[in-house]
């Protein structure tokens, strides 16, 4: 007998049970469906336009900048330096007799450009130079603060330095190294004094470029430069005698020991 029947019968309805209760109506699995926001080119800019949005500020930004860095004339320099035509050249010799004992050596010869020390670290590693290898120099000077990042890389790798270049019969010549060439030289773990080759210096400018102040420039220059020559173990004397001239002053070799520019003097390259 049903609850109907029970009802209409007078008999008392017993209590519902919880597995009497009817079942609950199907949930429906989709409400409804987002609207549609289109398909390919647009439907894609519209679901993602604060990404695209972000991505065209970044990009636009990097361009800008890229062109600001381009635009300006050592930008040029520096890659045309780097990767067209290098100011400077080399030329590995191996076993080059040194000072009593033979050496592998890299040679470097011309300006020192915008680009030198990326130039130069690159032609170290394609030399294999191991500490108390031979760099070997003969340079007018260029730039400065390129002459000082290579001079703390021929430092860091123990390297020793020379003034001078090598013949066709791979015998050590005498040569010049001057202006910023001198920082180059600095670097050497061992500066070597070679009969006949000579060391100049001279003051250096600044230009204050982008309207900066030249007396600030020229001694924020001084700084670095007195703060590299003493890593270096070389005397501020240096300094002293380059602000001296405008001209190229060639010290002799009691002004370089004195000032500890030159360390040992090779035996027997002829000049």
């Not at 050592?74 to 290098?86: C, G, Q, R, V």
């Not at 270096?232 to 009691?254: K, N, Q, Y």
Request: proline residues 6%; aromatic residues 6%; charged residues 25%.
């Amino acid at each position: 007998m049903d609850d109907r029947q029970q009802r209409g019968s007078g008999l008392p309805v017993p209590p519902k049970r919880p597995w009497d209760r009817p079942a609950p109506a199907p949930r429906r699995e989709l409400e409804e469906e987002a609207p549609a926001e289109g398909t390919g080119a647009l439907g894609f800019l519209r679901r993602h336009l604060m990404s695209v949005v972000i991505f065209l500020l970044v990009a636009s930004g990097i361009l800008i900048q890229a062109w600001r860095d381009l635009s300006r004339p050592d930008a040029w320099d520096y890659w045309k330096d780097l990767y067209s035509t290098p100011s400077m050249t080399s030329s590995a010799v191996d076993n080059v007799e040194f000072d009593s004992r033979r050496r592998n050596a890299l040679v470097l010869r011309g300006k020192i450009g915008p680009a030198a020390a990326s130039w130069f670290r690159e032609r170290l590693d394609e030399a294999r130079l191991k500490p108390g290898d031979l760099v070997l120099l003969s340079s007018p000077g260029g730039d400065l603060a390129q002459s000082v990042i290579m001079g703390e890389i021929i430092r860091s790798r123990g390297l020793v330095t020379a003034v001078g270049t090598v013949d066709s019969a791979g015998e050590i010549r005498s040569g010049s190294c001057a202006s910023a060439c001198v920082f180059v030289f600095a670097g050497g773990a061992m500066r070597y004094g070679i009969a006949g080759s000579r060391l100049g210096v001279h003051r250096f400018t600044t230009r204050g470029e982008g309207g900066g102040d030249p007396v600030a420039d020229t001694q924020r220059t001084t700084g670095l430069v007195l703060a590299y020559l003493k890593r270096m173990g070389i005397s501020a004397s240096l300094v002293e005698a380059m602000s001296a001239t405008a001209d190229i002053h060639w010290l002799d070799s009691r002004q370089a020991i004195e000032m500890n520019l030159v360390t040992a003097e090779a035996r027997g390259p002829r000049s």
